[in-house]
């Protein structure tokens, strides 16, 4: 007995293959889009905890710096971030009478990228002895 009886061989058409190919084109093109952003995110949240570093560690120093007065001041690091700085005393009607001046401490650093600019901004407070106060003017 003859597998071929009805006198055609059974395999696909140049229309099933030409379907096929752009379906399989289709999903390439899908997952490297979808890789792209992946890295463009990676990118961008590198950026962003670089800044975030960077702000910390700025704040450290001021932090352990000289903070008798209110003061405001700008920086900018050899890798172009830049930096505003303010020391301001809050609370000054409260720690009158205490020998503690409460001192509000904000830094913010800023970076630019592809013409674009980020920027991140740290507050944090904290209690500092008058009598170090005085003896540091």
């Known amino acids: 007995m003859n597998n071929f009886a009805s006198g055609r061989e059974r395999g696909f058409t140049l229309l099933e293959i ?7 084109c289709l999903v390439v093109v899908s997952v490297i889009q979808l890789s792209s952003a992946n890295l463009r995110n990676l990118s961008t949240s590198d950026d962003r905890i670089e800044t975030l570093r960077r702000a910390s560690e700025k704040m450290r120093q001021v932090l352990d710096g000289d903070l008798s007065e209110d003061k405001t001041w700008n920086d900018v690091d050899d890798d172009g971030y830049s930096y505003d700085i303010t020391v301001t005393e809050t609370l000054k009607e409260r720690t009158d009478a205490l020998a503690v001046k409460f001192l509000e401490i904000t830094v913010s650093a800023q970076y630019t990228k592809d013409n674009r600019s980020k920027r991140m901004i740290l507050q944090t407070a904290k209690l500092v002895s008058k009598a170090k ?3 540091g003017q």
């Open 18 to 24: 030409m379907v096929s190919l752009v379906l399989i």
């Open 133 to 135: 106060a005085l003896k």
